[in-house]
């Protein structure tokens, strides 16, 4: 009876389009100018559903954010990292060369364990991986005495620094510079390249945007004799996880409730956008042990993806409301590196670089146009009612486009 129950369930689904799977997906996560939310409670619910995605370090405040969130503030992410229901770091592995890039993510506090856990599960062919770490700082000094100085290859300031934070636990940024005698531009240099291996974070978000701020930022500030306020809080090594409470059955439970929170419905196809390293198959065991308890749906649910689908309920009866709505004319502009940028996952087509300058144009869910560099890359056929205005939000303001080239005017 049990089963006969799933399949009637089952059965009354009715597939949406790819298309509208988008225009669901632009409500979902508060893309759209009608779903978009406000204040640091809006920030709190975009944080949730955002739970360990990792995006170019840049891209998080300049698009990401702001898109989701209207009148976003830097102080209310500072707010939510330094109260400790937010934090960063690196997750994945490989090399980085420029700082801007580096991929961070955000993620809940409370999953810091788990996410950390899975960082040891890298795809084939990643470059190494390192212990997973607890970001959370302090911690008992026989736990920052196991730690060891670092990765092989990395500069004598960071070693040192590394192992200062292992001997003495977490440290503002000015007892950093005193204790291993390091200037300020070294120090900056250091903990860039320490970020960046995924060794090191700090409480706040504003410890990133330091090392991320530009040089003429700095020189600006060195030239008035003035000091920024710091609210990056202190910087302390990840340390491994201890494995009693951050097991990887359970790290891989908290991340396929993570992806059901993003996407509303998963499938197969959408952990190409994802860094970690997981098996669809152990995801599937656990979305099919939660649809047997009733916690979740499954189904057909969007038209053209092969295999096994599942959603949350109410994300369920939001694919029934997108159906229900006619697509307006409206163009929805999106970052490259938005974690909304499918284009080559469930489309056809190839796929479009996540860089933090690239934009992408939709018109009724469908990605229309890609502007990559000065150059605007037809994706989708395009209007020629409408084609001056795609060009412009591509671009961000009218311009002449030439065989592909964006011009300036």
């Not at 509208?20 to 100018?33: E, G």
């Not at 950390?116 to 470059?127: E, N, V």
């Not at 340390?239 to 419905?265: C, I, K, Q």
């Not at 004319?329 to 490259?336: H, P, R, V």
């Amino acid at each position: 009876m049990h089963r006969y129950t799933l399949h009637r369930l089952r059965a009354e689904i009715a597939p949406v389009s790819v298309a509208d799977f988008t225009r669901f997906l632009f409500d979902w996560q508060h893309v759209s100018a009608t779903a978009a939310l406000t204040g640091i409670d809006g920030l709190r619910a975009v944080m949730a559903q955002l739970d360990g995605v990792e995006l170019p370090a840049r891209a998080w405040e300049q698009t990401v954010l702001p898109a989701r969130v209207g009148g976003y503030a830097p102080a209310m992410l500072d707010m939510l990292c330094l109260t400790g229901e937010i934090g960063w770091a690196r997750l994945s592995t490989g090399p980085t060369q420029i700082v801007g890039a580096t991929p961070i993510a955000l993620f809940l506090r409370d999953h810091i364990d788990e996410w950390l856990t899975l960082r040891g599960t890298a795809p084939a062919g990643s470059k190494g991986t390192r212990p997973a770490s607890d970001a959370l700082p302090g911690g008992s000094p026989a736990d920052r005495r196991e730690g060891s100085p670092g990765p092989a290859g990395q500069s004598d300031m960071a070693t040192s620094i590394v192992a200062h934070l292992h001997a003495r636990g977490a440290c503002f940024t000015h007892e950093l510079a005193a204790a291993c005698g390091i200037e300020a531009p070294a120090l900056r240099s250091a903990l860039q390249d320490l970020v960046a291996e995924g060794c090191i974070s700090s409480d706040g978000f504003a410890g990133l945007r330091a090392i991320l701020a530009p040089v003429s930022t700095r020189d600006h500030t060195r030239r008035h004799g003035t000091r920024p306020a710091d609210h990056s809080g202190r910087w302390f090594c990840l340390r491994s996880p201890d494995e009693r409470t951050a097991d990887a059955a359970h790290a891989t439970e908290m991340l396929a409730w993570a992806l059901l929170r993003r996407y509303g419905v998963v499938f197969r196809r959408l952990l190409a956008r994802e860094a970690n390293g997981v098996a669809w198959r152990d995801l599937a065991r656990v979305y099919r042990r939660l649809e047997a308890r009733g916690d979740i749906r499954g189904g057909r649910f969007v038209s053209g993806m092969a295999g096994e689908q599942f959603a949350l309920p109410d994300g369920v009866e939001r694919l029934r409301e997108i159906r229900r709505t006619p697509a307006d004319d409206t163009l929805l502009t999106i970052s490259a590196a938005d974690p909304l940028n499918l284009v080559g996952i469930i489309t056809e087509g190839e796929r479009v670089r996540a860089s933090t300058g690239g934009r992408l144009v939709y018109h009724r869910g469908v990605a229309v146009c890609a502007l990559e560099g000065d150059m605007l890359r037809t994706l989708s056929p395009v209007d020629d009612s409408i084609a001056a205005d795609v060009a412009a939000a591509a671009a961000g303001r009218r311009v002449p486009v030439l065989s592909g080239w964006v011009g300036r005017i």
